[in-house]
């Protein structure tokens, strides 16, 4: 009987002791972002998060299906304009560097060229609207 005894309580240990290793197992990310109260809390924590964000943003830049999503999507598009245009009407630096980059680009260079002669803006008329614009910053 003693025998059957230790063996009982040997399964039983080994059985809770197999339990309690196996733990809770931990979800996949498909699995985490099918609960919406996870995937806003995984959201939340990201865009909170400046590192985060950037490697957010640097995954989607290379990312195809997400390229596709905002070059078929007007209204990210506008936005995303939007939102780049305030940022350069309130930062000087940021305002040139945008400049300079378009400028180097032969096809936006010449678009901005084509939409001044279009206007009826030579480069004199430029420059002088430019330092009134400059002077009232000041």
């Known amino acids: 009987m003693i025998p059957v005894?230790?063996?009982?309580?040997?399964?039983?240990?080994?059985?809770?002791?197999?339990?309690?290793?196996?733990?809770?197992?931990?979800?996949?990310?498909?699995?985490?972002?099918?609960?919406?109260?996870?995937?806003?809390e995984i959201m939340t924590a990201i865009s909170?998060?400046?590192?985060?964000?950037?490697?957010?943003?640097?995954?989607?830049?290379?990312?195809?299906?997400?390229?596709?999503?905002?070059?078929?999507?007007k209204?990210?598009?506008?936005?995303?304009?939007?939102?780049?245009?305030?940022?350069?009407?309130?930062?000087?630096a940021m305002c040139r560097m945008m400049g300079e980059m378009m400028m180097k680009n032969e096809r936006t260079k010449g678009m901005m060229m084509d939409m001044m002669k279009k206007n009826g803006m030579n480069d004199n008329e430029m420059m002088e609207k430019n330092e009134k614009d400059h002077e009232s910053h000041h």
Not at 48 to 53: G, T
Not at 54 to 66: E, F, G, I, L, T
Not at 82 to 92: F, I, T, Y
């Open 75 to 92: 209204a990210m598009k506008n936005t995303m304009m939007q939102h780049m245009m305030k940022m350069m009407q309130n930062d000087s």
């Open 48 to 73: 909170n998060d400046h590192q985060m964000m950037s490697n957010m943003m640097d995954h989607m830049m290379k990312n195809d299906h997400a390229m596709q999503m905002m070059k078929g999507d």
């Open 5 to 40: 005894i230790k063996k009982g309580l040997a399964l039983l240990i080994t059985g809770v002791f197999l339990a309690a290793c196996s733990g809770p197992k931990s979800q996949s990310a498909d699995e985490l972002l099918k609960d919406p109260e996870k995937r806003e």
